[in-house]
């Protein structure tokens, strides 16, 4: 069973960063596409960033592109997202999913995603 724990968030000042972690347990994590999606209140959960198994490919929505980096470890099981010039509207539950299908293309969408852990809050204050 693949367990996912997210970790890192935390209250911050507009304009400031933070790096978010996902542990990965189960399986073979090296072998899973990961992604970071986020939902805020009365919101759609929304697409953050993705990453391939390797680490060679990643995707951005324009809403993040330049501001945020997802990478990972595969030795240490863990994907991270750097997240950097915050804004408030950034804040949100940020929740870290895996796509464990094996295949080696990367998705926006959250019904790709089989397995997601639980979520760590992200607070950006003006």
């Known amino acids: 069973q693949v367990q996912l724990v997210e970790s890192g968030g935390g209250l911050v000042q507009v304009g400031g960063s933070l790096r978010l972690s996902c542990a990965v347990s189960g399986g073979s994590p090296s072998f899973y596409t990961m992604a970071w999606f986020r939902q805020a209140p009365g919101k759609e959960r929304e697409f953050v960033a993705a990453?391939?198994?390797?680490?060679?490919?990643?995707d951005y929505p324009d809403s993040v592109k330049g501001r945020c980096i997802i990478f990972r470890d595969n030795a240490k099981n863990t994907v991270y997202l750097q997240m950097n010039s915050l804004k408030p509207e950034d804040t949100a539950t940020y929740y870290c999913?895996?796509?464990?299908?094996?295949?080696?293309?990367?998705?926006?969408?959250?019904?790709?995603?089989?397995?997601w852990g639980r979520g760590t809050q992200v607070t950006v204050s003006s």
């Open positions: 990453i391939s198994r390797s680490g060679g490919w990643t």
């Open positions: 999913a895996a796509d464990v299908s094996g295949g080696l293309s990367i998705s926006r969408r959250s019904a790709n995603y089989r397995d």
